[in-house]
């Protein structure tokens, strides 16, 4: 079993920057592409970034150039830092792991992009 715990959710003003963590728990030897989802109200959810342990990544082509990801494989932990955040931005973002043919999921934290 792994366990996802996401953290650095909240509310901040357009333009501004928040910071999300997922830390991974359970019994685990080696997690190769860990990742950040997000699903907006009335929407499906969308990939917004994945890492994979080697440090490659893709990001959704509304995140580029202002999302980064990151990771620290020695503590199981991904990062999001989001910059120049957008209300359309606005959404419950989700961590992901797929391991072992299935597939890990956070239980989410909202990001509100408002004024």
């Known amino acids: 079993q792994v366990q996802l715990v996401e953290s650095g959710g909240g509310l901040v003003q357009p333009g501004g920057s928040l910071r999300l963590s997922c830390a991974a728990s359970?019994?685990?030897?080696?997690?190769?592409?860990m990742g950040w989802y997000r699903q907006a109200p009335g929407k499906e959810r969308e990939l917004v970034a994945a890492?994979?342990?080697?440090?490659?990544?893709n990001y959704a082509d509304s995140v580029k150039g202002r999302f980064t990801i990151s990771r620290d494989n020695a503590k199981n932990t991904v990062y999001l830092q989001m910059n120049s955040l957008k209300p359309e931005d606005t959404a419950v973002y989700y961590c992901?792991?797929?391991?072992?043919?299935?597939?890990?999921w956070g239980k989410g934290i909202l990001v509100t992009v408002s004024s």
């Open positions: 992901h792991v797929p391991l072992w043919g299935m597939d890990y």
């Open positions: 359970g019994t685990i030897l080696s997690i190769n592409t």
């Open positions: 890492i994979t342990s080697g440090r490659s990544t």
